[in-house]
T-cell receptor, first 111, second 108 residues
Framework: SQKIEQNSEALNIQEGKTATLTCNYT??????LQWYRQDPGRGPVFLLL?????KEKRKERLKVTFDTTLKQSLFHITASQPADSATYLC??????????FGIGTKLQVIP | EAGVTQSPTHLIKTRGQQATLRCSPI?????VYWYQQALGLGLQFLLW???????NRGNFPPRFSGRQFPNYSSELNVNALELEDSALYLC???????FGPGTRLTVT
């Protein structure tokens, strides 16, 4: 069955460093992959979308890579700030617009 | 441009009752997706509506149903509520998944 894995444990990082979050998937051929930020009790906020034929996408301090051979996406936040503390979700969209979300990784940026 | 709106913000029901949740997508968006997020769990895909029709549904029992109206707003109905239906219900607009703030459903 299709499976998405994200670091289930929280990631603690010092302010100013680069945070790297991982999303691995199996039994899936996604057309595109998305990353979201979710704060407690709120809806996820769309951050970046990367298509299967793209290797890398950037937006301000964010960078996403997509390796369809390794079946992995990496999400980087450079120069991390305490305000970046949140849960980050990866989502894959495959056939017929069905979107599957990972459970998310909680990032804590320590001042 | 107004974002995705959902109502109500909170809903408290008792077991066996029915709940109705509403969602309005971003203006111009024709697709609405519904998700359930139980505490500590990931988002579980419930339903996808586009152009007024149900296009896909997740692995949920038939007591979870909904519809999409001509103005593309959508309604999620949950019948015969069970305690485990307590969750944050999220609606998203378009394939890029712009989410609303969610409806917190509590079943007692």
């Amino acid at each position: 069955s299709q499976k998405i894995e994200q670091n289930s444990e929280a990631l603690n990082i010092q302010e100013g460093k680069t945070a790297t979050l991982t999303c691995n998937y199996t039994n899936y051929s996604p057309a595109y992959l998305q990353w979201y930020r979710q704060d407690p009790g709120r809806g996820p906020v769309f951050l970046l979308l990367i298509r299967e034929n793209e290797k890398e996408k950037r937006k301000e301090r964010l960078k996403v890579t997509f390796d369809t051979t390794l079946k992995q996406s990496l999400f980087h936040i450079t120069a991390s700030q305490p305000a970046d503390s949140a849960t980050y979700l990866c989502a894959l969209a495959g056939g017929y617009q069905k979107v599957t979300f990972g459970i998310g990784t909680k990032l804590q940026v320590i001042p | 441009e107004a974002g995705v709106t959902q109502s109500p913000t909170h809903l408290i029901k008792t077991r066996g009752q029915q709940a109705t949740l509403r969602c309005s997508p971003i203006s111009g968006h024709t697709s609405v997706y519904w998700y359930q997020q139980a505490l500590g769990l990931g988002l579980q895909f419930l339903l996808w509506y586009d152009e007024g029709e149900e296009r896909n549904r997740g692995n949920f029992p038939p007591r979870f149903s909904g519809r999409q109206f001509p103005n593309y707003s959508s309604e999620l109905n949950v019948n015969a509520l069970e305690l485990e239906d307590s969750a944050l219900y999220l609606c998203a607009s378009s394939y890029e998944q712009y989410f609303g703030p969610g409806t917190r459903l509590t079943v007692t």
